[in-house]
């Protein structure tokens, strides 16, 4: 048996989303800049996809900008936005993405002063940690939504509410969010909003960047018209058709999913914890289902590879900080101490998993932990 647990790094792309796709690598193969009929029929299918993107999110079509996936569009809203204002601090918080992270050093070195949000013990980002860092000379401030460690999920329409009233611009990733919870920008009252296709069943290597209308931007890829202008460069046709079926078919089964996808990590929960000398991280905090963080009383490392052996896939954090030998900068920024960050490992779940599966790999973890306790 095999069972897939690590789909916070990647899921499978769904049938009906790579059939939708099809098409568009060869017979609606025009560039969507070609005035030509073929062309004409790749900018239709162009326009139906950032249409029905930007519906499903409360937003204008024309606010829809794609980008090859969450790191560009992080990276797009952080430096366009600091780059177009006059302002030079900008606020993030300690424990994002590494795309958010590296793109507030990149600013740091050209002369920008960052400040840094920590999470309570809880893993939030709190009001009142931002309300002691924020100023009116502030561009722009970035906190994700849920985060993809922990899954611990922060309070963004109270944050951007605050950003606002000091007038800088709010940004949120909201990656690991899609799969589970609504993505309304109105009701966020978010200014610069990044989505990814492939953690929501849809294909690798496009996302996109919500950006609301009247925000101060400049472009980072200079070139030909595309994403009027804001983004040069040929659209990848195939996979924005594919990004927007994924996100339409998330949308309208968004509650069915998150019930399954909750049902299967709280019985994941429940039997982990059954194991001695195991707990689950954050376990009191507002959480999506689809991330749980466990610590066990063995190096995280070497379980993982026990389990890999063994047919199942889970990971020690973020798919684009795995190959640091350095522990999670998430867990150590929540207070977890060396010993208790390099224990713990992330399981994450999509509505492709099940009890079985869970059972599986607790029987897995019990024979090895219980191994390991007779050494």
Known sequence: MKAYFDNAATTAVDEAVFEKMRPY???IYGNTQS???????????????????????????KEIYFTSGGTEADNTAIKSVALASTKKKIIVSSIEHSAVLAAAKDLAE??????????????????EELASKISGDVAIVSVMYANNETGVINPIRELASLAHSY???????????????????????????????????????????YVKEGVKKKSLISGGFQERGFRG???????????????????????????????????FESRVEEIEGVKVNFKGSPRVPTISSVEFPVNGQSLLTML??????????????????????????????????????????????DREEVDFVIDLLKEYLNKNKKK
């Not at 460069?233 to 594919?242: A, D, E, M």
């Not at 798919?319 to 399981?347: D, M, N, Q, W, Y």
């Open 25 to 27: 690598f060869t017979d």
């Open 35 to 61: 005035v030509h009929s073929v062309g004409r029929k790749a900018t239709a299918a162009l326009d139906e996809a950032r249409d029905k993107i930007a519906k499903i999110i409360n937003a204008s079509y």
């Open 110 to 127: 050209i002369g920008y002063d960052v400040s840094y949000l920590r999470p309570n013990e809880d893993g939030i980002i709190t009001v």
């Open 167 to 209: 007038g800088a611009y709010f940004h949120t990733d909201a990656v690991q969010a899609a799969p589970s919870i609504s993505l309304d920008v109105t009701e966020l009252g978010v200014d610069l909003m990044t989505i990814s296709a492939h953690k929501i069943h849809g294909p690798k290597g496009i996302g996109c960047l």
């Open 233 to 267: 460069g040929t659209v990848n046709l195939p996979l924005v058709v594919g990004f927007s079926e994924a996100l339409e078919s998330n949308d309208e089964l968004l509650e069915e999913r998150a019930e399954k996808i909750r049902y299967v990590s709280d019985y």
């Open 308 to 353: 890999d052996l063994n047919g199942v896939s889970a990971s020690q954090g973020s798919a684009c900080t795995a190959g640091s030998v350095l522990p999670s900068h998430v867990l150590k920024e929540c207070g977890l101490t060396e010993k208790e960050i390099l224990g713990s490992v992330r399981f994450s779940f999509s509505y492709q998993n």
